[in-house]
Nanobody, 124 residues
Framework: QVQLVESGGGLVQAGDSLRLSCVASGRTFSMYAMGWFRQAPGKEREFVATISWSGGSTYYADSMKGRFTISRDNAKNTVYLQMSSLKPEDTAVYYC?????????????????WGRGTQVIVSS
């Protein structure tokens, strides 16, 4: 049983930084790609960032490039999302997910396991 537990969300002001964490359990974490997605109220879930099994490949949604950084620590079974220069439009529930392959993917449909999410609210 794969479990993903996100943490680190909260209420911040525009321009602040925040680091989200996602701890995985239930299988060999280091063998699989991970991703971060988000869902704002009234909107569909969207891709944020993804990282390959080794951390050697990362991809970002255009609006997050230069502001967000995804990383992983395979020894701790943890993937991170460092967010900086936050904007009110970044307000959303952030989810981490994992897929059954090693290679990073930007496609929501290619992820098999999901966490419950952590809320991020950015005030103006």
């Amino acid at each position: 049983q794969v479990q993903l537990v996100e943490s680190g969300g909260g209420l911040v002001q525009a321009g602040d930084s925040l680091r989200l964490s996602c701890v995985a359990s239930g299988r060999t974490f280091s063998m699989y790609a991970m991703g971060w997605f988000r869902q704002a109220p009234g909107k569909e879930r969207e891709f944020v960032a993804t990282i390959s099994w080794s951390g050697g490949s990362t991809y970002y949604a255009d609006s997050m490039k230069g502001r967000f950084t995804i990383s992983r620590d395979n020894a701790k079974n943890t993937v991170y999302l460092q967010m900086s220069s936050l904007k009110p439009e970044d307000t959303a529930v952030y989810y981490c997910a994992t897929r059954k392959l090693r290679f990073a993917s930007t496609s929501i449909g290619e992820y098999d396991y999901w966490g419950r999410g952590t809320q991020v609210i950015v005030s103006s």
